[in-house]
Each structure stands twice: as structure tokens, then as C-alpha cells.
């Protein structure tokens, strides 16, 4: 299966700022994921995100906050914008191989925001 | 009513006993069945995955789905204190390119 990183592990922000959280797998992928995990939640799924277009975001989830780029296929950024306390969550980056793969994950991203 | 429930637990057992987790759903569309481990401060593991009702077995591992129930279970026979982390099961319409929906996860400890 795909090695998947991301970078950084962990952050502490500042309320109103913004963090970018990168996610490197060492294979191309036709399609990432950007999942967060609250605590005694469910793992949610953010948005999809395909090389060449823009991400498809859930219902819940909009661009204006969680921007996504995906500029090659085998690297995407989400960001965190404008942060507040309830952003305070895991974010998990995931990706599915060719064919009928199933998606494999990162290690996470564990954002806390005072 | 959430598309996929999972009793969160906590659940301990002695190390060597066998453990069931369990995970109802109520989208029939849901096609494929996933089980994932996370242990603490790492990202979710692939455990097992199959999509059909039946069992499917990896070792210790046991993945069971009853489609007509809309029921699916993970058996962990002999269990070992490294089994100890939260299980998730996920469940998706479509395979791999797909979004999954994921139950709250299971905090196992085992106790040796």
C-alpha cells in the first residue's frame, strides 16, 4: 500500500489564524481524501480531491474555510482557515490506490486551537 | 438516526479471549465493508475489507457481514494486549475512490 505523510504531526494556533497541512504519497493517486476526526466522533469525510479540479466538498464543509489544492498526483494541501476553538480536531489525509483498492491513511495532522 | 452505529466501549478482556465488535447501518446502498485499527497518536490501519454477506478470515481476524441484517462484525480470536486501539468500522457505496462513512470506533483493551 501507498506510504502516505503528513506534515506537521501536531500544532498549536491562535484563534482567527490559518495552518496548511500537507499530505505526500510515494505513488500517484488518482484521489485524495481530507477526513477530520473530533473527539468521540466519527471520522468525517471534508472533501475529495482530484489532480487538474477543484475538490468536492461535503455537506457541511465549504471552500471558503477548508481550501484544497492538488497540484500533482501525489500531493494536496488542506487548509485551516481562520480558526476557532471547535476546529480543534485530527485531520487525516487518505488515499485510495488503482483499481479497487481500499483508502489507506496518514498518521494525521492533531490541531489544537487556544 | 446515524447511517452507521458502533457501540463506542470502552470494552476490556483478559488477554486470549475472544472479542466481538459490531457495527449496524441503515444506507442498503452500502456495498463494501472495511475494518480499520488506530492505535494512539497514528492514523487508521486497513484491517480487513470484504463485500459480500459471509465471513472472511485473516488469521486472528474474522470479518463477518450479514447485508439482509445490515449487520457486520469483526471476531479478533486469541486475543493479544497489542490488539489494544480503537476499531472502526467503514462502510462505502462505491470501492477505494469512494467516500467511506465511518462508525465512532471501539476502545478495546485487552488485559494480560
Known amino acids: 500500500s501507498a506510504v502516505i505523510s503528513q506534515k506537521p504531526s501536531r500544532d498549536i494556533c491562535q484563534r482567527g489564524t490559518s495552518l496548511t497541512i500537507q499530505c505526500q504519497v510515494d505513488s500517484q493517486v488518482t484521489m485524495m481524501f481530507w477526513y477530520r476526526q473530533q473527539p468521540g466522533q466519527s471520522l468525517t469525510l471534508i472533501a475529495t480531491?482530484?489532480?487538474?479540479?477543484?475538490?468536492?466538498?461535503e455537506s457541511g464543509f465549504v471552500i471558503d474555510k477548508f481550501p484544497i489544492s492538488r497540484p500533482n498526483l501525489t500531493f494536496s494541501t488542506l487548509t485551516v482557515s481562520n480558526m476557532s476553538p471547535e476546529d480543534s480536531s485530527i485531520y487525516l489525509c487518505s488515499v485510495a490506490g488503482g483499481g479497487n483498492q481500499p483508502q489507506h491513511f496518514g498518521d494525521g495532522t492533531r490541531l489544537s486551537i487556544l | 438516526q446515524k447511517e452507521v452505529e458502533q457501540d463506542p466501549g470502552p470494552l476490556s478482556v483478559p488477554e486470549g479471549a475472544i472479542v466481538s465488535l459490531n457495527c449496524t447501518y441503515s444506507n442498503s446502498a452500502f456495498q463494501y465493508f472495511m475494518w480499520y485499527r488506530q492505535y494512539s497518536r497514528k492514523g487508521p490501519e486497513l484491517l480487513m475489507y470484504t463485500y459480500s454477506s459471509g465471513n472472511k478470515e485473516d488469521g486472528r481476524f474474522t470479518a463477518q457481514v450479514d447485508k439482509s441484517s445490515k449487520y457486520i462484525s469483526l471476531f479478533i480470536r486469541d486475543s493479544q494486549p497489542s490488539d489494544s486501539a480503537t476499531y472502526l468500522c467503514a462502510l462505502g457505496t462505491g470501492f477505494g475512490n469512494e467516500k467511506l462513512t465511518f462508525g465512532t470506533g471501539t476502545r478495546l483493551t485487552i488485559i494480560p
Open positions: 480531491a482530484n489532480q487538474g479540479s477543484e475538490a468536492t466538498y
